[in-house]
Nanobody, 123 residues
């Protein structure tokens, strides 16, 4: 099994920055595509960003393009989400996800989920 633990969330003002981390344990995650999703109260979980297992491809939701950057450190089994120019609409619980196959922009066929980290952006 693989355990994913998110950290780095918090409260920031609009325009500020946060870096989220997702640390994997139990098995090296080089065989997984990694994604970030987020879920606001009363909303469905939505795609934010993804990085292919070989690091060759990145994917971003239109709402975060140009502001968020996903990266991974294979030696540390950790994936990051650097969030800049944060907006109140970015407020949500952010979840890390790992999958071996399938479309990276959906919640389907996710092999492992983290428990989430809260990001709150004030006006």
């Amino acid at each position: 099994q693989v355990q994913l633990v998110e950290s780095g969330g918090g409260l920031v003002q609009a325009g500020g920055s946060l870096r989220l981390s997702c640390a994997a344990s139990g098995r090296a995650f080089s065989i997984y595509d990694m994604s970030w999703f987020r879920q606001a109260p009363g909303k469905e979980r939505e795609f934010v960003a993804a990085l292919s297992r070989n690091g060759g491809s990145t994917y971003y939701a239109d709402s975060v393009k140009g502001r968020f950057t996903i990266s991974r450190d294979y030696a540390k089994n950790t994936v990051y989400l650097q969030m800049n120019s944060l907006k109140p609409e970015d407020t949500a619980v952010y979840y890390c996800a790992a999958r071996q196959w399938g479309e990276v922009t959906t919640t389907s066929n996710v092999n492992y989920w983290g428990q989430g980290t809260q990001v709150t952006v004030s006006s």
